[in-house]
């Protein structure tokens, strides 16, 4: 069982940015697919941003450009750092990691951003 938690979230204006941290209760290197997602009223949980455990990286094209997300492995933490916020990112944001010896998928708990325009 792998534990997340998400932590970062807040209200910020439009334009501002926030850094959003996902600490796993395992090392980062038991894990491949690192990623967040975010769910907003009435839609459908989508992908914002993803790590390999090679470092590749993968945006929504939403975010591109304004979205940035990095592994710190020492710390075993995923980060979403999120600049030039716009009120259409305000959802919860998820993190979700799967584990390299069982291909398992967890998710956190969640932690909401809200942009006011």
């Known amino acids: 069982q792998v534990q997340l938690v998400e932590s970062g979230g807040g209200l910020v204006q439009a334009g501002g940015s926030l850094r959003l941290s996902c600490a796993a209760s395992i090392s980062l290197f038991s894990l491949n697919d690192m990623g967040w997602y975010r769910q907003a009223p009435g839609k459908q949980r989508e992908l914002v941003a993803s790590?390999?455990?090679?470092?590749?990286?993968n945006y929504a094209d939403s975010v591109k450009g304004r979205f940035a997300i990095s592994r710190d492995n020492a710390k075993n933490t995923v980060y979403l750092q999120m600049n030039s916020l716009k009120p259409e990112d305000t959802a919860a944001y998820y993190c979700k990691v799967r584990t390299t010896y069982d291909y398992k998928s967890y998710w956190g708990q969640g932690t909401q951003v809200t942009v006011s325009s």
């Open positions: 790590i390999t455990s090679g470092g590749s990286r």
